[in-house]
């Protein structure tokens, strides 16, 4: 959508202009999935926290305090964060998890308290593969792996190939990968009874399901290999494994690295290819990013570097994507959605060091204090 498909249109107690597209969007129009109707167009996605700090898989009062400020600051959908399918699934010790009902209970009061405050939640579900069993500040080891003796344990992958210098994993045989598809389907059930209100699936940044993925990580020769079909093989089933679990009225979406900045990799042709078969297969939306797959490649930082990617997978898949990177300033990410290079932007690092950023945005963008999603005990301290 060029500028000249963008109408300006009155909003808020300024009379400011904000850009709205011929689909009538702005950055705080409500968007529906199935059943779900999202307050606004400002989410936030996923971003690991390390803080299950005793390596059982649940989150603690910080993850309350951390999913809660976000919420009451206004953001539509959150994800929250990697949360692993499987002890052996997850990213570091201190990943969050679902692969005991022990978890959904814990996850139970947070999610509860983010939709009281008007936002939905999300979980995104992940196998971390090769690129597990890897340090943080909790543990320590950063940047690298854990050894056995400290906590950590053996990886697996699709093929014996080593992300940079980190512990070499085990090949996954073909009954192994059925029954991870069956821990995605079984954690996702369990987020249902926790109460989160779409599903995420993590097939990006170097994780399992993108190692699978990327023809520079996956070098079998069976089912699971070869060709686009067969590297997607893993996908595509986790997708119906999960949608069979969830309510039809449920949103599932599918975060997926659109390059993986390197030659003979995964590139944005074959992340298209992809985005239009699992819409195909119960899909809502495909959350754009990119990187994270093969280590040491130059990837050309700047804001909104992503962009792009998010919409051509928009255009050509004809699926609604959501846009992140660099993405720091609302009049930058109004323009994002009103030219309809997005449906949705993730507001990230910066919602790290501003849980309050969609109420400046709004503000910002010439909002009344009433069209805001204020919580009522904090309206008379509006910008």
Not at 256 to 278: H, N, P, R
């Amino acid at each position: 959508m060029s500028d000249t498909d963008v109408k300006d249109v009155k909003d808020g107690k300024n009379g400011k202009k904000m850009k709205k597209g011929k689909n009538g969007a702005t950055l705080f129009s409500p968007m529906s999935l199935r059943g779900v109707t999202v307050r606004n167009r400002i989410w936030m996605p996923p971003m690991d926290t390390y803080s299950a700090v005793a390596r059982d898989g649940k989150p603690t009062p910080f993850h309350y305090q951390h999913y809660m400020s976000r919420a009451m600051g206004g953001f539509g959908m959150i994800i929250c964060e990697a949360t692993a399918v499987a002890p052996e699934g997850r990213i570091s010790p201190c990943d969050t998890g679902l692969w005991n009902d022990d978890q959904v209970e814990a996850w139970r009061w947070i999610v509860d308290g983010m939709k009281q405050a008007g936002a939905v939640p999300a979980v995104q579900l992940n196998h971390a593969g090769r690129k597990g069993s890897t340090g943080c500040f909790g543990v320590g080891f950063a940047g690298g792996s854990v050894p056995f003796e400290d906590g950590g344990w053996q990886t697996v992958a699709p093929s014996p190939i080593a992300y940079g210098h980190y512990a070499m994993p085990r090949v996954l045989s073909v009954e192994e990968i059925h029954g991870i598809v069956a821990q995605f389907r079984d954690a996702a059930a369990r987020a249902v009874r926790a109460g989160f209100q779409a599903i995420e699936i993590h097939a990006a940044h170097g994780y399992l399901i993108s190692q699978f993925l990327d023809p520079l990580s996956n070098e079998r020769t069976d089912e699971y290999g070869g060709d686009l079909a067969g590297r997607m093989r893993f996908l595509v089933e986790i997708v119906d494994a999960v949608r069979s679990a969830i309510p039809e009225d449920m949103p599932l979406l599918v975060r997926i690295s659109a390059t993986d900045w390197a030659a003979g990799g995964w590139d944005l042709d074959q992340t298209v290819e992809v985005a239009k078969v699992v819409r195909e297969h119960g899909v809502d939306l495909v959350d754009v990013s990119t990187g994270g797959i093969v280590p040491n490649v130059t990837i050309p930082v700047k804001p909104g570097y992503q962009v792009p990617f998010s919409t051509q997978v928009r255009d050509r898949a004809g699926v609604p994507v959501t846009a992140v990177g660099l993405i720091t300033k609302p009049k930058q990410a109004a323009k994002i959605v009103a030219r309809g290079e997005a449906d949705v932007v993730e507001i990230g690092r910066a919602a790290l060091r501003e849980p309050y950023w969609p109420l400046r945005a709004a503000y910002k963008l010439g909002l009344s204090t009433a069209d805001a999603p204020y919580q009522p005990q904090y309206v008379r301290g509006a910008y």
